[in-house]
């Protein structure tokens, strides 16, 4: 069964970096589009991030371009989101998913898979 597993959550000042990792379990992520989405408390989950299996595009939500770069590691298998200049609105439990076809794209639906979050928390 396909499964997705974040890690590199953490506790980080105003302007430090967290460099979030999605790995998978019994398959390659090569053939993957991976998206990554975040959910803060009270709020609504939401797309941050997503690289493209057919092309490797990537797109970006507005509150985060510039700042955060999604990546691929064949070799380990992984999916990597580093987030730099991080901002107390940046905290939030953060998600890998993937779904069911190459698209890249940040609303959730047809996201099928998802990992079991990783908390990123930014307070000085």
């Known amino acids: 069964q396909l499964q997705l597993v974040e890690s590199g959550g953490g506790l980080v000042q105003p302007g430090g970096s967290l460099r979030l990792s999605c790995a998978a379990s019994g398959f390659a992520l090569d053939y993957y589009t991976i998206g990554w989405f975040r959910q803060a408390p009270g709020k609504e989950r939401e797309g941050v991030s997503c690289i493209s299996s057919s092309d490797e595009s990537t797109l970006y939500a507005d509150s985060v371009k510039g700042r955060f770069t999604i990546s691929r590691d064949r070799v380990k298998n992984a999916v990597y989101l580093q987030m730099n200049d991080l901002k107390s609105e940046d905290t939030a439990v953060y998600y890998c998913?993937?779904?069911?076809?190459?698209?890249?794209?940040?609303?959730?639906?047809?996201?099928?898979?998802w990992g079991q979050g990783t908390q990123a928390t930014v307070s000085s």
């Open positions: 998913a993937t779904p069911g076809f190459a698209l890249c794209k940040l609303t959730s639906d047809g996201y099928d898979h």
